[in-house]
C-alpha cells in the first residue's frame, strides 16, 4: 500500500527555470492539495482539485501551476522558479468532500539558487 | 476566514513531564479542528481531531485535546511524554460549510529531554 508518493524528495534549481515536482496517490481520493511550508508561515495552501480537471486556487497561487488529468496525479509547476519559492512543498489527499481527515505524502524539499 | 494561532513556537520538557500545546483559533462559522504531527523529515500525520460531540477528544499516543468553544482553543496535552514525542506539532482548522481547506497554525516544536 504506498498511498501518497512525491518526486523527488529533494530538487536544487536556479532562478527562472521550469519545475514540476510530481504527487501521486494510490487510494483514488477525490481531493488532492499542494502546501509550502515555511518558517514562521506553518503550511500554507497553494491549489487543490476536488476531481480530475477540477482545480481551485489556495491561499499562495501566484507563480505556481497545476493540472490533474488522473484522478492519482496532481503535479505542481513552477514556471519561472523564484528564490522566495525555496521552500518544502507537501502534497496531501482527501477521499471526498464528506470526510475531513487529510493523508500528507513526505514532501519534496526545493532550493532555488 | 479562519485563522489559528499556536502560542508557543517552541517547547522543551523533560521525559515524563506532562505538557500542554496551545493552540486557538478564529472563525465567523463553525469549524472543524486537527492536530497534526510532524517528525524530522516526514510527512504529517493526523493526530487526532474535533468534529462534534464530547470536547475532550483523544488521539493516537496517548494525547488528548480539549475543544473550548467560549475560548475558541483547542489545547493539545499529554499526561507524560516520551523522547519519541519530540517532533512539530500543528493545530488546524477547517470550517464545516466547504470543509475543503485546512488552515494550520504556525507550530509548536516539541523537545522531549532525557
Known amino acids: 500500500d504506498a498511498g501518497i508518493t512525491q518526486s523527488p524528495r529533494y530538487k536544487i534549481t536556479e532562478t527562472g527555470r521550469q519545475v514540476t515536482l510530481m504527487c501521486h496517490q494510490t487510494?483514488?481520493?477525490?481531493?488532492m492539495f499542494w502546501y509550502r511550508q515555511d518558517l514562521g508561515h506553518g503550511l500554507r495552501l497553494i491549489y487543490y482539485?476536488?476531481?480530475?480537471?477540477?482545480?481551485d486556487k489556495g491561499e499562495v497561487p501566484d507563480g505556481y501551476v497545476v493540472s490533474r488529468s488522473k484522478t492519482e496525479n496532481f503535479p505542481l509547476t513552477l514556471e519561472s522558479a523564484t528564490r522566495s519559492q525555496t521552500s518544502v512543498y507537501f502534497c496531501?489527499?482527501?477521499?471526498?468532500?464528506?470526510?475531513?481527515?487529510?493523508?500528507f505524502g513526505p514532501g519534496t524539499r526545493l532550493t532555488v539558487l | 476566514a479562519q485563522s489559528v494561532t499556536q502560542l508557543d513556537s517552541q517547547v522543551p520538557v523533560f521525559e515524563e513531564a506532562p505538557v500542554e500545546l496551545r493552540c486557538n483559533y478564529s472563525s465567523s462559522v463553525s469549524v472543524y479542528l486537527f492536530w497534526y504531527v510532524q517528525y524530522p523529515n516526514q510527512g504529517l500525520q493526523l493526530l487526532l481531531k474535533?468534529?462534534?460531540?464530547?470536547?475532550l477528544v483523544k488521539g493516537i499516543n496517548g494525547f488528548e485535546a480539549e475543544f473550548n468553544k467560549s475560548q475558541t482553543s483547542f489545547h493539545l496535552r499529554k499526561p507524560s511524554v516520551h523522547i519519541s514525542d519530540t517532533a512539530e506539532y500543528f493545530c488546524a482548522v477547517s470550517d464545516r460549510t466547504s470543509g475543503s481547506r485546512l488552515t494550520f497554525g504556525e507550530g509548536t516544536q516539541l523537545t522531549v529531554n532525557p
Open positions: 496531501a489527499s482527501r477521499i471526498d468532500y464528506r470526510t475531513d481527515t487529510q493523508y
Open positions: 474535533y468534529l462534534s460531540g464530547s470536547t
Open positions: 482539485s476536488a476531481a480530475a480537471d477540477i482545480t
Open positions: 487510494w483514488s481520493h477525490s481531493y
